[in-house]
């Protein structure tokens, strides 16, 4: 449909009238759109890549918004129909499975800056985690004593997992790559973090990988 810029439109949230959670909404010419997935600055190929599928095999109305920093898709929604079965927005159940493992990745990528780095860093680190929180609108992250249960309590035990949508899955994804090689100065922390997944069962595990294989993050974590 159309490539746009920052200044182009305007991003908003509402609430979404069914679940506890606020949904971003990118206003363009009385349109509205909803995030659909995001891409990082390096992935221009990629984001386009999907655009093109959604709009041209797949007949979405869909917009690509380019920032300095990242690529963002969005397909067309009528915000009365947001809680409804027919909404024209892609919204995909999240398998539990795959945000239990995001959140896995999310502790292993904080004790190894702990480990190795030092209380200081970590501390810096949940800052910097908190501030994407508030950015993308994540959640049930709106208090520190939250961000801290995410980061604490394992997610393989507990009673309930984040009500997170798949591009929340990939927007931390792509964060925790970014601040993990800003913290370490490289991306050799990948390996080490993915072992976590191990205390997953296999069909969980093998679940998330083909998820995260096709995703816009996929190749950062091998």
Known sequence: MFILKRQDVEITSVQHPKKDQQIPILQYQGQSFRLISIFNAAQEEDAKAFWRDLTDNRGKACVLLEEPDRYSVWGKVRLDQLGSEGGDAPEAATPPASIQACLLILQAVYLDIEDLLGARQAGLFQKELSAVF?????????????????????????????????????????????????????????????????????????????????????????
Request: zero cysteines; proline letters at 7%; a negative charge.
């Open 134 to 222: 508030q950015q993308w609108r994540f959640p049930q992250t709106e208090s520190p004593d939250a961000i801290n249960q995410l980061l604490t309590v394992d997610p393989l035990a507990a009673l309930q997992v984040p009500l997170w949508q798949e591009h929340h899955l990939n927007t931390l994804l792509q964060e925790l790559y970014r601040l993990g090689k800003q913290h370490f100065g490289n991306a050799s922390f990948t390996g080490r973090v993915m072992e976590a997944l191990q205390d997953m069962s296999p069909g969980d595990r093998t679940q998330f990988m083909a998820w995260l294989k096709q995703s816009p993050t996929g190749s950062d974590w091998k």
